[in-house]
């Protein structure tokens, strides 16, 4: 298919909500209106497969221009598009374009980058294209009245929302890394900013929503506002199709639930942050309406395997505050970053319990972490004794990670991790993969991991979660004891079931095939389930 040229090929995107009140881009003597032609309203056809096929960080989309709106549930037959293939490799994109065709033809062509590829869902809006004066190598566009439709296989699309308040500003920028901060204060000045997820994150979380909604699935949680899962690290997002394959055979008593074909998507921002008497809270952003979750210790499990990776933590129900609410700007931000997600479902058949199986990929200044849940989700069946019930959950995940990380099963090159309070230290465990590096760059938690240097993060935590006596508190209700404490002065080296080891002695295990893995924090599931 003929390559059409398009400007800044090669590209960094920094993606903004500016308040409609702001009155963006004001009198800023810099910007330079571009018109290209009289056909300012764009569609956009994005297109997947409804089992996450495509890769976090490639995009392939149908574009045309009209002259104004049109029936967002209807795309005319015949109708010319052009294709275009972006990819984002570390924090830059390479965009190509292909010559106009009908959708039917683009389509044959976009699956040869991913089978079973079709229009999925479209993105409508007004766009504007302005220069920068004295700056070259920089676009900037401004979209606004930006809806969203679903594109079932048949019949009409379904709009499932629109952006309103607030425009959508993206800053392109060529692939020279310097001079970028300068850009974004050249473009924004002193007007209110925030950072957005791109229109495809935001398209492929509605889509997921609304058929989670149409699910007739319904489950309840035996333990609200507790979160109890397992975490394993990844090196990439392939290995939840292998876990999800396995899932598919079934692993004794564990298949999955609901459609075995589907996997959901979402995307969001997330942000940490001290607010008042440095009480610690955490959002999820998706456009501008904000998540805001209490959050209290992520304790280890000393479950019966040895695993080392299943954890517990209390999160409060969320509250919705507006992206510009007072909070934000009396608190402190630790951390920020993009994550990306992709999830399904499996059941256990003897008692009806559900849980989720998600790889969650964030990405921060071009840095990227990988890490797969496992997470309780609640049950079908008839709710047990909270004790109990828990102590189902914590015999399910061992299963169930052992499974994932049994190299029989697959292999599937996972390895355990948890994180022991977010105190920054790391946790060692033996059994690699040949031929893999033998230590990681071991982070308290992916808040420590999105900070600026990975610095100043655990000294407030470790002063609200550890006791003087250096030793953890047995929590009530439940029958099992977190793992053996770290030394009170954690710098003198790590802990390993309990014994506090040297940084010779952290050497030598490493040279032994041992590997040092980041730890991580929850990430919440669409409908509260994790």
Request: glycine fraction near 12%; charge should be positive; charged fraction near 30%.
């Amino acid at each position: 298919m003929k390559r059409v040229t398009v400007d800044l090929p090669h590209r960094v995107e920094r993606r903004y909500l500016v308040p409609k009140s702001a009155g963006f881009p004001g009198k800023n003597p810099l910007f330079e209106r571009l018109r290209f032609s009289d056909r300012e309203r764009v569609q956009n056809v994005y297109f997947g497969n409804g089992k996450g096929g495509l890769p976090f960080n490639k995009t392939i989309k149908a574009r045309r221009y009209l002259k104004g709106p049109s029936d967002p549930g209807i795309l005319e037959r015949g109708a010319r598009f052009f294709l275009d293939v972006k990819e984002k490799e570390g924090r830059h994109n390479r965009k190509e374009r292909f010559a106009e065709d009908t959708l039917g033809n683009l389509g044959e062509f976009a699956n040869g980058y991913c089978a079973g590829l079709r229009p999925y869902f479209l993105a409508e809006y007004s766009r504007k294209h302005y220069s920068l004066k004295g700056i070259k190598g920089v676009r900037v566009t401004v979209d606004d009245g930006l809806v969203y439709s679903f594109l079932p296989r048949e019949g009409a699309g379904i709009m499932l929302g629109r952006e309103e308040g607030f425009l959508r500003v993206e800053v392109k920028m060529d692939g020279a890394d310097a001079g970028r901060g300068e850009v974004i204060r050249n473009v924004f000045g002193s007007m209110p900013h925030y950072r957005a997820i791109s229109k495809k994150g935001v398209g492929l979380t509605l889509v997921s929503a609304y058929r989670e909604a149409l699910s007739p699935l319904h489950l309840e949680n035996e333990f609200p506002g507790v979160r109890i899962k397992s975490r394993m690290g990844a090196l990439g997002e392939e290995i939840l199709e292998d876990a999800r394959r396995l899932f598919l055979v079934g692993v004794g008593r564990f298949k999955v639930l609901g459609d075995p074909w589907r996997v959901g998507v979402e995307s969001f921002m997330r942000e940490y942050w001290i607010g008042e008497n440095e009480r610690e809270f955490e959002t999820r952003r998706v456009y501008a309406d904000t998540k805001v979750f209490s959050r209290g210790p992520s304790l280890t499990i000393a479950d019966s395997r040895f695993l080392g990776c299943i954890s517990k933590r209390w999160k409060g129900e969320p509250r919705i505050l507006p992206i510009d609410a007072p909070l934000f700007a009396e608190s402190s931000q630790l951390g920020g970053f993009h994550e990306a997600g992709k999830y399904f479902y499996i059941t256990n058949s003897e008692t009806g319990r559900a849980y989720a199986v998600s790889l969650s990929a964030c990405s921060s200044k071009g840095r990227a972490l990988h890490q797969l849940e496992v997470s309780y989700a609640g049950t079908q069946g008839v709710p047990q004794e909270r004790r109990k019930a828990e102590d189902s959950v914590i015999s399910d995940l061992e299963h169930i990670t052992e499974a994932l990380l049994d190299p029989i099963n697959g292999p599937i090159p996972l390895r355990a991790f948890a994180s022991r309070a977010e105190d920054g230290v790391p946790i060692i465990r033996r059994g690699p993969i040949p031929g893999w590096p033998k230590l990681w760059r071991a982070y308290a938690s992916r808040k420590e991991w999105a900070s600026k240097k990975g610095k100043g993060i655990s000294g407030w935590v470790g002063k609200t979660l550890k006791e003087a006596s250096g030793k953890w508190p047995k929590e009530e209700g439940s029958g099992h004891t977190p793992t053996a404490p770290w030394p009170a002065d954690s710098k003198k080296g790590v802990v390993i079931r309990g014994k506090e080891m040297d940084s010779a002695e952290i050497a030598r295990i490493a040279e032994a095939d041992t590997e040092v893995h980041p730890m991580g924090v929850h990430q919440e599931r669409p409908g509260g389930t994790n």
